[in-house]
């Protein structure tokens, strides 16, 4: 379940919306009506979407050694490609209509027994690996960030915005959580990535181990957009401020090895389609990590830091998983949480209980841009100035999540 921003909720629709269109925001509430946690038709995205066909690889090569010059020129662009957009690239691996996909899959369902198997053995032990090899050892605590240059200085907590090197600069990074607990598979909301390609915004998404796993192709097609970063969201959303030891280490580095086993399958799909050079800019593990309901404690902060992730939480709450929280209360927040010289880190949900997410994005976005701010990534984010980080979670002030620890289902996270 998405639990990240509910106590903003009750403060109330956000004050204002100066700027927006009052004739494109009716103000209505979202589609409040989808059940929570019913029993709904099998999502279609991990089955809708084929694999291309490897074939495609020896074809290409045999191609070329059989013809003349201006051909193989010819089949050398075909590999390497010039992409205008992310959706030209995309398209080299999946149909427009599987990626642009259908409502249905916005919706979760129960479902018992899935997400405890762990990944491999050999996976695990590769993520432990490439950790290390990156100067970073899951044995004890230490700051160490995989992608290169994103080392947030001395931040040594969970992160809730940057203080911009530039204060005149307007960076805003746009996050989306794919949360998926133990007892459901979670949903995908299309309308959210398919927007933000249309229009060209880079994202981060982070996202449940479980739910790549559920997920596979539409998790895939985050991580091979160049427009959006994938960090880590936990195996089953545990609460890692209740869970300790294995259970917790667990929900961190399984998450980890899922998204190296896809971006393997990605690679040995893709390349051959996209060109090398498109895989090798996937970061190889994540390198940032979203705490589970905003909660975390000292040692799943120290074991977040020592696996490599920065812990990035927000400073503007949308509040988008709550019923009624319509698209211009989302869009308010976003406008009126934003403070000269921040770079601000937005919180919503893209696992299909942001209800109004989508519409609220049709117009800020827009809004955004009209006022000068760039969209960027997690992080080019923290790259760009000097991380604000804390020695505590909670969604906007100390002590406003602990509700999360009462709860069993909360607690256990498997
Ligand atoms: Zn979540």
Redesign the pocket.
Known sequence: M???GIEAAKQGPAQGLRGLDPRVDDGRQPASVLPELVALPELRSAEGAQAPDADGVSETSAHIEQTDAPAVAEAIAEQTPFFSSSQDLLERCWSREELLGNSDEKRAHRSRGSGREPPPPELIARAESLTFMAGCHPARSSLCFIVSGSRPGNATGSIRWVELADPNARLIALTF?L?EQANEVGGYDPDIVNYLRDAGVHATFFAGGKWMRSHPERAKQLLLDPLFEVGN?SWT?GNLRVLKGEAMRDQILWTQAEYLALRDDLAAECAARVGQEAIDRIPPLPSSF?F??GTCSGESLDAVASYGLAAVQWDIVTADPVHGQGAKAIAGAILTGLKPGRGSIVVM?ANGRGWATAKALQQVIPELRHRGYEFVTISTLLRAGAPHAVAECYELRPGDNARYDKSPDHRKGK
């Open positions: 998405a639990g990240e959580d949360c969201h959303h979203r589970p309901y949900h």
